[in-house]
């Protein structure tokens, strides 16, 4: 994509994998609900295992698992597959409640860089597959919730990535164009959004995927968004 003639104005963040170091976060937290939802009973542990591509023995997520890029009700469907006495609503509810305690491990210290972001006079946003209400929980826990201007989850009306939705809903309600804006993300979900979106794509190395991966969707990979103010200079100083 040529980038010659944007100027960046707003940044849209994914949350798990760029905000947020996706393996040291969430594997833990799923062996966890894991065990809690198998009530000790290991072959339905490892059919919920099998069920989200969650590898038990390395207690990681499988690099394509519907948990890394997917919904909140994408992962809780998966799981209702196996667990047939439970509804929907319920397990998605679970899921929620659960995550919303992750034990958060902050991809670079984020305070420090976003406030290095905003100081360009840079509007910035979250665009989620995850619940509005949980990353809107994860980012207050970090103390930077009031640094954002708009929060998108799967579930705040506008869909989810990889449909551009969220990323326009967000750019509307945040007053930008989005052609002068940037997605950062770590999966082809976000990029793919950001593109079709008619934004600029920043791939971020903090989550499963690589950057031969997301090299074809990304105008640049970067190791992780304390990167990305140098990135967004370089950007701005060639229009």
Do not use: C
Request: glycine residues 8%; charged residues 20%.
């Amino acid at each position: 994509m040529d980038l010659t003639q944007r100027h960046i104005e707003g940044v849209l963040f994914d949350k798990d994998g760029t905000l947020y170091d996706f393996g040291a976060t969430w594997n833990a937290w799923a062996d966890d609900i894991l065990h809690d939802l198998s009530k000790s009973d290991d072959l339905l542990r490892a059919r919920l295992a099998s069920s989200i591509d969650y590898d038990l023995a390395e207690k990681q997520f499988r690099p394509h698992s519907i948990a890394i890029a997917g919904t909140n009700r994408e992962a809780a469907q998966a799981l209702a597959e196996v667990l047939t006495d439970q509804s929907l609503a319920t397990l998605e509810a679970y899921l929620s409640q659960a995550a919303a305690h992750a034990p958060l491990a902050e991809a670079v210290p984020l305070a420090p860089i976003l406030s290095e972001i905003s100081a360009r006079g840079i509007s910035m946003g979250v665009v989620t597959n995850d619940s509005e209400s949980v990353a809107k929980t994860h980012l207050r826990t970090s103390g930077v919730l009031a640094v954002f201007d708009f929060v998108v989850g799967f579930d705040s009306g506008f869909g989810s990535k990889p449909s551009p939705g969220p990323l326009l809903g967000a750019a509307e309600a945040m007053g930008l164009a989005a052609n002068n804006m940037v997605m950062v993300g770590d999966s082809r979900h976000d990029l793919t959004a950001g593109r079709v979106a008619g934004m600029a794509t920043v791939g971020v190395l903090t989550g499963p995927a690589t950057a031969d991966e997301l090299g074809a969707f990304a105008d640049v990979v970067l190791p992780d968004i304390s990167h990305l103010p140098a990135w967004i200079d370089e950007q701005n100083a060639s229009i």
